[in-house]
């Protein structure tokens, strides 16, 4: 049984950056597409970022070219860097493992991952 964990958030001034972490116990996270989500107050969950085992990614349009998502096989984390915060990323972020299929299509679907951490609050404010 794979669990992930998330740290790395909080409030931050726009421009500014962030570095999430998702630690995972139970099972290896190289062997799986992984991924984070983000939902904010009265929106569906949105997928920002998946990584494919063989290294593919995607990335959503809103925030391609600020957040980069990447893994370490040796701490069994994955990590989402986000750089140019602005406030229409206020949200609560999530990261996701295990799905099947192309990563461009497991990353606009949340229920496609097997798991998914708690989240983390990301608030953007002056």
């Known amino acids: 049984q794979l669990q992930l964990a998330e740290s790395g958030g909080g409030l931050v001034q726009p421009g500014g950056s962030l570095r999430l972490s998702c630690a995972a116990s139970?099972?290896?996270?190289?062997?799986?597409?992984i991924g984070w989500f983000r939902q904010a107050p009265g929106k569906a969950p949105e997928g920002v970022a998946c990584?494919?085992?063989?290294?593919?990614?995607y990335y959503a349009g809103a925030v391609q070219g600020r957040f980069t998502i990447s893994r370490d096989n040796g701490k069994n984390t994955m990590y989402l860097q986000i750089n140019s915060l602005k406030p229409e990323d206020n949200a609560v972020y999530s990261c996701?493992?295990?799905?099947?299929?192309?990563?461009?299509?497991?990353?606009?679907?949340?229920?496609?991952?097997?798991?998914w951490g708690q989240g983390t609050q990301v608030t953007v404010s002056a």
């Open positions: 990584l494919s085992r063989d290294g593919s990614t």
């Open positions: 139970g099972s290896a996270l190289e062997y799986t597409a």
């Open positions: 996701v493992a295990a799905a099947a299929g192309a990563v461009q299509s497991i990353c606009r679907h949340r229920d496609r991952f097997s798991y």
